[in-house]
């Protein structure tokens, strides 16, 4: 079984997580983590606070020798260029909750008196280390030929057109859009979108995609709702701060639709295929076999420059919420943390199904599951 833990607050000294079950013998690219850091660091629409951080790395603390995981628990560090909790003595309290955040309800629920010992967790600083995490999840996937890759499709009512069908060329263009955005045509609007929000001290949402490809056919399980892999995937994808909604595929378009528009016909040329895929590689909690493609639509962040009402919760005045440096548009970085979490989910399944202590029994197993037909002998 695979499992990680997360621990660390936004101003913290750093981020850590701790992932257990991965198989020895594979190889952790740093640089490839570093990658991913930066591409959620990125993104038009960011605010100061990234240029501040500069550039998240990562370190690898345990786990790993000679680049190779050993079998022992992983762990990760990703260190706050900003560290500004040394002295939370001197830091001033907050003591108005900002509508949109866990600030209100995280006070109540903990009983904490400055909205900041919330906060300071609850914020999506927490998703560094998670894309980390999904980073090392993805090294793994991809020893058994599995690609991903989120971007976006979205912003502001502002949508993508048609985008390239070959993976490929999709990730250059993703690569190569400030906002991970594949139909240029679209790239300035946005920009533009972006531009007003900040001016007027609003901020932005949107939507993005995931894609997995070369996910075997199998994966989850229909038979207890808990191990169905569409609710697993719903369940990483939302939580990802600022995410609000998903669908597999077209499923807000094909509830309009006749079933016979909608499910995916069976084909066989050696392998099990489908003609379409609109219901996005997942039917009955167990994937397909064709791409998995996931939507999840962000909200526009709640920390606003123009400030919505509140009430100060020592004295109960209403007041405007308390407001400090924050981004005006993060579905670009989303996008990334979305890749993140579904590699993690897919990693997790993966072993659940072909997992081994090594990874070398774990390709021998994955090769024999797809060199014997299971279905050779006719049922009388
Ligand atoms: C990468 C990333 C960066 C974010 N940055 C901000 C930010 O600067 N300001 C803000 O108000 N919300 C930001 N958010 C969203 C909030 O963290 C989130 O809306 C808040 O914690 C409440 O959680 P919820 O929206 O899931 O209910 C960010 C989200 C992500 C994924």
């Known amino acids: 079984m695979l499992r990680f833990l997360t621990a660390g607050e936004s101003h913290g000294k750093a981020l850590v997580g701790i992932i257990e079950g991965l198989p020895a013998g594979l190889h952790i690219s740093v640089d490839e983590i570093n990658r991913d ?55 001033a309290g907050i003591t108005v909750p900002r509508p949109g955040h866990a600030d209100l ?9 400055d909205i ?17 995490i999904g980073s090392v999840a993805k090294q793994l996937l991809g020893e058994f030929g599995m690609t991903l890759l989120g971007w976006v499709l979205e912003i502001g009512g502002i949508r993508c057109g048609p985008v390239p069908l070959d993976l490929q060329d999709l990730r250059n263009a993703v690569d190569q859009s400030p906002l ?16 007003k929000a900040k001016a007027e001290g609003d901020t932005l949402g949107g939507v993005f995609a995931v894609l997995a490809h070369g996910v075997p056919c199998g994966l989850g399980s229909y038979v207890h709702w808990d191990r169905r892999l569409d609710g ?7 939580s990802i701060p600022s995410v609000k909604g998903m669908e597999f595929g077209e499923a ?14 069976i084909l066989y040329d ?46 109960k005045v209403p007041v405007v919420a308390h407001y400090q440096r924050s981004d005006v548009c993060v579905v670009p970085a989303a996008s990334v943390v979305g890749e993140a979490v579904v ?27 797809l060199d014997r037909d299971p279905f050779t002998e006719r049922l009388e």
């Open 37 to 91: 850091l930066r591409a959620r660091q990125g993104g038009y629409g960011r605010g100061a606070r990234m240029q501040v951080i500069e550039e998240d790395t990562v370190e690898i603390v345990s786990g790993v020798m000679r680049g190779k995981t050993i079998g022992s628990p992983v762990s990760l560090l990703v260190k706050n260029k900003d560290w500004q909790l040394r002295n939370e003595d001197q830091l």
């Open 105 to 113: 309800g995280g006070a109540v629920k903990y009983g904490l008196q």
């Open 116 to 132: 900041r010992e919330v906060s300071e967790r609850a914020s999506a600083r927490e998703t560094a280390i998670r894309t980390a």
């Open 180 to 195: 991970r955005c594949a139909d240029p045509s679209v790239e300035k609007p946005m920009m533009d979108a972006i531009d």
């Open 232 to 238: 697993l995937l719903a369940q990483a994808l939302l």
């Open 252 to 265: 807000f378009a094909n509830s309009a639709k006749p079933g016979s528009s909608v499910h995916d016909e």
């Open 270 to 315: 050696g392998v099990f295929r489908r003609k379409t895929n609109r219901a996005g590689g997942v039917e009955g909690g167990v994937s397909t076999g064709e791409a998995i493609l996931v939507k999840a639509a962000v909200k526009p962040l709640p920390t606003l420059k123009k400030p919505l009402n509140s009430v100060d919760i020592y004295t």
């Open 343 to 369: 590699a993690w989910v897919l990693a997790c399944a993966f072993c659940e199904r072909f997992g081994r202590d090594e990874l070398s029994r774990m390709k021998e197993g994955f090769q024999a599951s």
